[in-house]
């Protein structure tokens, strides 16, 4: 594949610094040349097309010999060819040479630019210098490139430079199929008229270069050096146009060209390391620059462009804006995060302008004027979106929107702080402070409790929730209506059922009355409802043994509260649903949403509601709801614990009219009782539950036993079964 020839060529110590510190960040993560291959030789980075040894480089061309013993440490392999040839003159009228020497020089690699595609080498420098009045040592050196078409010297970042208090330099090179030259004059009688760091034909002079050189060979026309005492040598070289910086020390030869110094009395031209550390090994560092052939056009050609040389053979690949890295190997050119940059760099902010909020993006960034904004961010031309009087007036109307918005909250705050208080007091709160076994929850209290996820219980009456409240687990009730008429006798309700201790009935362990419809806080029954346990999901297996001891419990749990308090409690809404179980099957009366309490010197009460299937015949045609009224209740709820079957299986016809009809009739009414507990040794017991169960259906309600009697014969026949199987 065709090459382009190397361009020598300089570039001043700031940009090459300020390059490779500018992409250090990405040079970090992003590769440099082929897997596997070194990417270094001591500090000097080798990129791909370069390499360090077979596999790593392009071609022969582009290979590099690294010796860290040496410095610098890497060789150009390149068809360079350096050579110095050296010469002893008598003075002007017998120019005959004493002596001639001939040296050749390593071409050493001191940095590679491929972005550019240029590689910085080291070059000698001719001289001519004054040994004595008669005799001085002209000394050339000369670069050639072997007709490569990988490189050419860089006429673009190189000149030819003569320093001397009179000097002629010159160049004489070669270019395709014609030679070369190129001369300045520098000429000064005075030694104060030249100044540091100018080199404009005072002490210091240089021309251009023209295109296409592959070969040069600095050299003066001689002259005859008047001042060789001050000022012995004059000399000229191709050095980078921005890197050599003049110095008046460059002028006085004799404090360079040092026998001692240089072995072989070598009197090479060499800066003072001290002021001008860039010329470590004492030669200028022109640079090379070639047009990479890698072999594949394509490589990374979303992120990298390539286009064919204009001067010489070959294509250069750089990756696009806003990529960085190597565009001659795959993967090279990666994305640049110029908002990370400009963040870490701030140097880097001019360029990468942004006057808003920065965004990176593939290939470049984006920058948005801040809010409230618009217009250009990357050009600072970002404009308030309002101009001021309407930004002023929007501010006040904002201002004043919000002032009414705090104002009608806090009005909003201070009505709900009254509406509770007014539910406090409503709900018997100062009555109930001053009770010592009745805990009084604030509303937030519950909050976290009464959520739909916790529901594990709904019907016509509410919802029950299930959560902790001060490390106890709980039941809240939470009812939907509450009965107007009965609002005042709220508390005294509360403060008896407060006092009901029983262990079969469920315990009242406080309440919330900063809502309309008190919530009332009972303890937790772990096992659920008689009702889910006989027809539920969590349906199990139930022994005799285990239905006596829950209808024997239930029917204590009542009786203590027909009988055994201050004040008669009536339940009015027996069923199963209202008997809880505990983890030993313990039954415990629950619901005291519809109860109602009958003072001592009363016999009834009026506007009392429960479910149709378990109430009492002559409640519903009278009205009127007596202890009686809950023996009948316990009646049928017994019937349904033996039988296991739903007090209501089909319109005209429940378990309860089946069993009076086969009662009366004298059938066998056992056979409606579950088989599961119809066992030949237990029939004698059957007969006397299915007794009791008829007694407590008697439509005469004088003639229903008390809740007293049918507690004890429950417990008489639970030990009798007991006995039976111990």
């Known amino acids: ?186 000429l000064f009688d005075t030694p104060a008229a030249a100044l540091d760091g100018l080199c404009e034909g005072i002490g210091c002079c240089q021309a251009e270069l023209a295109l296409g050189l592959v070969s ?130 701030p140097e880097l902010r001019d360029s990468y302008p942004c006057h808003g909020i920065c965004k ?99 019907g016509g009456f509410g919802e029950v929730y299930k959560g902790l409240l001060d490390s106890q687990l709980v039941a809240i009730k939470k009812s939907i209506n509450v009965d107007k008429s009965q609002e005042k006798q709220f508390a005294n309700e509360i403060i008896i059922q407060s006092r009901v201790i029983h262990k079969n009935i469920v315990k009242l362990i406080g309440c919330c009355l900063e809502v309309d419809v008190p919530m009332l806080v009972y303890e937790f029954v772990p096992q659920g409802s008689l009702h889910d346990i006989l027809h539920g999901c969590n349906k199990v297996s139930l022994s005799l043994g285990t239905r006596l001891n829950i209808a024997a419990g239930a029917a204590e749990g009542l009786s203590y509260m027909h009988s055994k308090t201050s004040t008669t409690i009536l339940h009015g809404d027996i069923k199963p649903g209202n008997i809880l179980l505990d983890d030993n099957f313990d039954p415990k009366i629950s619901d005291f949403g519809i109860s109602r309490l009958i003072a001592i010197d009363k016999s009834h009460t009026k506007c009392v509601i429960g479910d149709m299937c378990y109430m009492d015949p002559i409640y519903l045609q009278s009205g009127l709801l007596t202890k009686k009224s809950d023996v009948y209740s316990f009646g049928v709820v017994l019937l349904e614990l033996l039988c296991r079957q739903k007090a209501a299986f089909g319109e005209d016809r429940t378990v309860v009219k089946a069993f009076l009809d086969g009662y009366r009739e004298d059938r066998q009414v056992l056979e409606l009782f579950d088989k599961e507990i119809l066992v030949e040794k237990d029939i004698g017991v059957l007969h006397k539950l299915a007794m009791l169960i008829v007694e407590c259906l008697e439509l005469d309600v004088d003639r229903r036993p008390e809740m007293t009697d049918v507690a004890e014969r429950l417990h008489g026949l639970k030990r009798s079964h007991k006995n039976m199987y111990d």
């Open 1 to 186: 594949m065709s090459r382009m020839p190397l361009h020598l060529h300089f570039a001043t110590v700031a940009v090459v610094l300020s390059m490779s510190w500018a992409t250090a960040a990405a040079d970090q993560r992003r590769p440099v040349t082929l897997p596997g291959c070194p990417d270094k030789c001591g500090n000097i980075s080798i990129p791909y097309p370069f390499g360090t040894k077979a596999g790593c480089y392009f071609d022969a061309t582009f290979s590099v010999t690294c010796n860290l013993s040496t410095t610098p440490p890497a060789t150009l392999n390149a068809p360079l060819t350096l050579k110095g040839t050296g010469y002893y003159f008598g003075d002007q009228a017998d120019p005959v040479g004493v002596r001639t020497d001939r040296s050749w020089w390593k071409a050493d690699l001191i940095d590679v630019d491929v972005a550019r595609g240029e590689a910085r080498v080291s070059m000698p420098i001719s001289s001519d210098c004054s040994l004595n009045g008669s005799y001085h040592e002209l000394r050339l050196a000369s670069t050639s490139l072997n007709l490569s078409t990988t490189f050419q010297f860089s006429s673009e970042r190189n000149v030819v430079v003569g320093v001397g208090q009179s000097v002629r330099a010159r160049v004489l090179g070669g270019m395709a199929e014609t030679n070369y030259s190129a001369a300045c004059n520098s």
């Open 216 to 345: 040069v060979m600095p050299s003066m026309y001689y002259q005859s050096n008047s001042m060789w005492k001050t000022f012995p040598c004059i000399c000229s070289m191709v050095v980078d146009r921005s890197w050599y910086n003049f110095s008046l020390q460059d002028l006085y030869g004799s404090r360079v060209l040092d026998d001692k110094r240089f072995p072989e009395g070598a009197p090479h031209y060499r800066r003072n390391e001290q002021r001008s550390p860039h010329f470590s090994t004492g030669w200028p560092e022109p640079v090379l620059k070639g047009a990479f052939s890698t072999g594949s056009r394509n490589s990374g050609k979303k992120a990298s462009r390539c286009v064919n040389v204009t001067n010489g053979y070959g294509y250069l690949c750089k990756c696009k804006d806003g990529f960085d890295g190597n565009p001659y190997i795959p993967g090279g050119c990666q994305d640049i995060d110029e908002c990370a940059l400009r963040q870490e760099q």
């Open 360 to 458: 990176n993006s593939i290939g470049g960034y984006e920058c948005h004027c801040k809010f409230g904004m618009k217009g250009n961010g990357k050009n600072g031309t970002c404009t308030p979106v309002f101009p001021i009087p309407a930004m002023v007036a929007t501010l006040g109307i904002v201002g004043v929107a919000s002032i009414v918005v705090i104002v009608v909250l806090f009005k909003l705050l201070l009505e709900e702080k009254r509406k509770t208080k007014d539910f406090f007091i409503k709900n018997g709160g100062p009555i109930l402070e001053k009770v010592n076994n009745i805990k009084i929850s604030k509303k937030e209290e519950l909050k976290s409790i009464i959520e739909p996820c916790n529901v594990i219980g709904k």
